[in-house]
Nanobody
Framework: QVQLTESGGGLVQAGGSLGLSCAAS????????WSWYRQAPGKSRELIAD???????NYADSVKGRFTISRDNAKRTVTLQMNSLKPEDTAVYYC???????????????WGQGTQVTVSS
């Protein structure tokens, strides 16, 4: 049924930039809220950015001014542009889609598979 597929991530030096993308599978007509989370080793998963269907965004203080979330409703994708990366940004990053309209009916709270971002000092 519904799948979210992430791409991007990898290894980057501190101060560098990286972009992540997440795409919803066919059968998804629209998504209410897209979010990005991350989970560092030994820490709980944290919400770092979200964007609702009206375009309103929210960012965690730790990434505000450095990360930008954007969405393409026609393509059913979300991206996270990460600039001025720091070693403490190292984590597995997950996309999340909530309130989906799909061919199977309304669905809620789907997760991507996660992608590793490593920032070296």
């Amino acid at each position: 049924q519904v799948q979210l597929t992430e791409s991007g991530g990898g290894l980057v030096q501190a101060g560098g930039s990286l972009g992540l993308s997440c795409a919803a599978s066919r059968g998804v007509f629209s998504i209410g809220t897209w979010s990005w989370y991350r989970q560092a080793p030994g820490k709980s998963r944290e919400l770092i950015a979200d964007m609702d269907s009206g375009g309103t965004t929210n960012y965690a203080d730790s990434v505000k001014g450095r990360f930008t979330i954007s969405r393409d409703n026609a393509k059913r994708t979300v991206t996270l542009q990460m600039n001025s990366l720091k070693p403490e940004d190292t984590a597995v990053y997950y996309c999340n889609a909530d309130r989906l309209a799909t061919q199977w009916g309304p669905m809620y709270d789907y997760w991507g598979q996660g992608t590793q971002v490593t920032v070296s000092s």
